[in-house]
């Protein structure tokens, strides 16, 4: 598989489970983990995640393409505003991949992210705003 080879983004997908059991799916994951821990095939550095190549690995060629709409991505790439509001409006699940996360710093459209969040019941997690404007003004 070449670095340049079109795939698929494992942050966000759909699977069919009845297939995921009978291809055994999770075997395979596991296989390409344990590899990984044994080898070092690749490293979190150059992959992003030590999940990312395993997943790139056993769905490679296997995997169909949805509406784009469905995974609006590159939302944490920057701080920028990358699409227009109208787009984010339509967009059906927003991608925060990249550093600028809604919950932890200055991010795209954090104020979308934080219609939806639920504060976590425990009280174990909590919004960090590293960067923002409330942050800075202290």
């Given amino acids: ?28 994951l596991e ?12 490293s979190r550095t150059l992959a992003g995640s030590i999940t990312t190549p395993p997943l790139l690995i056993v769905f490679y060629k296997q995997h169909s393409s949805i509406d784009p709409m469905w995974n609006v991505r590159h939302l944490g790439s920057s701080a920028g505003k990358r ?17 600028f996360k ?12 934080e219609k939806w969040y639920v504060p976590d019941p425990t009280g174990k997690f909590s919004l960090i705003r590293r960067h923002s404007e409330a942050y800075e003004a202290k």
């Fill in 1 to 28: 598989m070449k670095a340049s080879t079109c795939s698929f983004n494992p942050g966000v997908f759909v699977a069919n489970l009845t297939e995921w059991k009978l291809q055994n799916i999770t075997k395979q």
């Fill in 31 to 42: 296989k390409w983990m344990a590899l990984n821990v044994a080898e070092e095939l690749y």
């Fill in 83 to 99: 699409y227009s509001p109208q787009f984010v409006k339509a967009a059906k699940l927003l991608h925060w991949n990249g550093h």
């Fill in 102 to 113: 809604p919950w932890g710093r200055t991010a795209s459209y954090a104020e979308v992210w």
